[in-house]
């Protein structure tokens, strides 16, 4: 089966951001009234983020008001934002050059995430990537639902004038990541190993692959 587009996170599968999303979310729920563990923050890896803070809020507080987390969000883009400015993001090592085989191949290249589309932008221009880079861009707040729904895929698909899921290949570091792949019902479903979860935590979900990072993909294809 012939891959036509390639959709893959960014924060820890295309991007290496040193686990900064992490660290400020925990932070902004913290300082919400939140106690978020580790694990609490693992769960939602991949998700959308202002979802990600209402339920960690939640899970301490009890059901909580728009404007609490509508507060704790925006602290947390702050955070992010202040984390990104101390040490910029990078992208992953062979990412760069791996995207470029692929479009050279004619596969199309479209990076979907649980951020906004204003951090989405910032971080992108960070690393210079636009469309001669990418094909496409699909950020959480384009969609109905994040991961694990297959919407993004679907709407980067639109963009791409892909029509046929299983020609579709998705790849990311979380948990979330793969579910959504297995919910499109994509022909390639592959975990990578450059974010903070190991090949036995993304073993466990359906999947296709589990590859040491998205630089081995043209050798997949």
């Known amino acids: 089966m012939t891959i036509e587009l390639m959709v893959l996170d960014i924060a820890g599968t295309t991007v290496e951001e040193y686990g900064a999303v992490y660290d400020a979310l925990a932070d902004a729920a913290t300082a919400a009234g939140g106690r978020p563990s580790a694990a609490d923050v693992q769960r939602w890896m991949g998700a ?28 947390f883009r702050a955070r992010l934002d202040q984390a990104y400015r101390d040490r910029p993001p990078v992208a992953l ?8 085989r692929v479009r050279a191949a004619g596969v199309k290249v479209a990076l979907t995430t649980g951020f906004d589309r204003e951090v989405t932008t910032g971080l992108l221009g960070t690393l210079g990537w636009d469309a001669t880079v990418l094909d496409a861009v699909v950020c959480v707040d384009d969609v109905p ?6 919407y993004m895929i679907f709407r ?8 046929d899921v299983a020609r579709v290949l998705v790849a990311g570091d979380t948990v979330r990541d793969l579910q959504a792949g297995t ?3 994509a022909g390639f479903v592959v975990g990578v190993l450059t974010g903070k979860l190991d090949a036995v ?7 296709t692959h589990i590859l040491p990072g998205v630089a081995d993909l043209p050798a997949l294809l």
């Open 183 to 185: 919910n499109a019902g």
């Open 93 to 100: 090592p062979g990412v760069p050059e791996a995207l470029a």
């Open 48 to 75: 959308g983020k202002r979802e990600a803070i209402a339920h960690l809020l939640a899970d301490r507080l009890g059901p909580v008001d728009d404007a609490t987390v509508d507060a704790a969000f925006a602290d």
């Open 156 to 163: 980067a698909m639109e963009a791409t004038g892909v029509h």
């Open 201 to 207: 935590t993304l073993g466990a979900e359906r999947h």
């Open 145 to 150: 639902a994040g991961r694990p729904a297959p």
